[in-house]
């Protein structure tokens, strides 16, 4: 007459319950989307870069990702101009796979770089759809704080990206501590770009 007992310990549903394989998903897909950096500087290996660098490593330290490229124009120069530049062209797709972005330019004219500006009118409307994006300009006087967000954010939006938070303005005198600054940045606002990316809505379909 045990029978009943036996049946109620089987631990084959408790197994089951426990097994960690959908969670794993879950977490892989949320917490690895593909982050790059785009420097618009025409100088090589500029504090630009680095500004850039710095940030996507950080916003990729938050959300547990090692998945990051990084697109520096400075050696493309006015190849950026050419259609058929097969090098150029890969780098157009590698920031259209990305899924959080962040953007790096000068600043000029109280705006961002014209290298810049030519390689993204590679791009067509909505090609960042998808995309999370961080305007990030450098700049020598704060009278040009307000470029970030009146001229580059609205760039950004035209090609179908998010930008859900506000644009960085660092000023050269700050760059040296930009680490620390990006840190905090990074822990307060990551989750928001991960949000308003693709990699959140695929995360969603997997549950």
Not at 164 to 182: I, K, Q
Request: glycine share 6%.
């Amino acid at each position: 007459m045990s029978t009943v007992p036996e049946a109620r310990t089987d631990s084959t549903v408790p197994e089951a319950r426990t097994d960690s394989t959908v969670p794993e998903a879950r977490m892989s897909t949320v917490l690895a989307p593909r982050i790059a950096s785009l420097v618009g500087n025409p100088r090589p290996q500029s504090r630009t870069h680095g500004l850039a660098r710095t940030l996507a490593e950080q916003i990729a330290r938050v959300l547990g990702s090692t998945d990051i490229a990084d697109v520096d124009l400075a050696p493309f120069g006015p190849r950026v101009l050419d259609p058929a530049d097969e090098a150029v062209t890969a780098a157009v797709g590698e920031i259209i796979a990305a899924d959080l972005l962040v953007v790096a330019s000068p600043t000029y004219k109280a705006a961002y770089s014209g290298l810049l500006k030519s390689f993204l009118d590679r791009f067509g409307n909505g090609s960042l759809a998808g995309t999370a994006a961080v305007p990030v300009l450098l700049g020598g006087m704060p009278d040009h704080r307000l470029a970030v967000d009146v001229h580059f954010t609205p760039l950004l939006l035209e090609l179908g990206a998010a930008v859900p938070t506000r644009g960085l303005f660092v000023l050269e005198a700050d760059v040296a501590d930009f680490g620390t600054a990006a840190s905090a940045w990074a822990d307060a606002h990551a989750p928001a770009l991960l949000a308003a990316s693709r990699a959140q809505p695929q995360a969603l379909a997997t549950t």
